[in-house]
């Protein structure tokens, strides 16, 4: 895969800071090296910076299938005495600047484990009886009707799961997730769109995000996520953000559509049309009769 080529319309001035530039050595290795990484994500994490104006960092995951094979830079909940929830980690990573890692001895949000199978689920009905629990449904059948509708990964598909900021990205990720106002995901779409000519279908529940977030890499197809009650109450995501997510190998014909319609005028922050003259409403016609030149 060829890297990405960064214009030089003002890119060259461009210094993402993150709080690791503040605080080094707190919870993640100084120097990341990426050994593995083939194509120049950073390059690419400035430019969707600049057209989308994200108030954090695209992030990279990548899915591991050998727990021990997590990236070496990748900083575990353990570091900070905690067990998680995966949400949290996305936060960190966009937030915080983090390279970090977790399997399943790391997370304590169950249905998170059962939902990328990190652990074996037996029977779905115990998921919808969770749901039930949790307060999403009154009716044990439509609890269990949602779960059996829900796209689980397969026990076995991946041990373990890496989030980092793009331009940190210590491996190929597997996905990018991008997050983001309504607003700003009407941007990104206008990108994807444009080189492959498919609809992006939104994906909305009351929870299990960090399901959504990866399941572009085992679909191929990308998705809007709102998120649900869980991340906004744990991981603190804004009541105003919701995130994009799509296979990583798309992520140069993407970047392709996003400079072409921002060269023909698709572009973030929106540009509203304002060269026109506003109607003089009573209150202001009587103002104007009080005024006299000066």
Known sequence: MSPVVVHADGLSGVKTLHDRDLEKGFGVEEDVIREEVNMDYKAFSEE??????SQSFPVGVKLVKEADKL??????????????AVCQWTTMARRWGRVLGATAEDINCTACL??????RLENRRHLGQYFLEM???????LAEKFAKE???INPGEISAVAYFPLDMAPVDPDVIVIYGTPAQMAR????????SGELIELKSAF?????AAIKPYFSKKPAFVIPGRGERILAGTDEGEMFFTFPAEYAEQFLDGLRKTHEKGTRYPVQSYVIYEPPIIRPMKNLADKLSDS
């Open 48 to 53: 969707i910076s600049r057209m989308v104006r």
């Open 188 to 195: 990104l779409a206008a990108g994807y769109i444009h080189n």
């Open 207 to 211: 929870g299990l995000s960090c399901l």
């Open 135 to 141: 307060g999403f449904f009154d009716d044990i059948d």
């Open 150 to 152: 829900l796209e689980l």
């Open 114 to 119: 059962a939902a990328l199978g990190l652990k």
């Open 71 to 84: 990236p070496k830079e990748a900083a575990r909940p353990a570091k900070f005495g905690v067990k998680i």
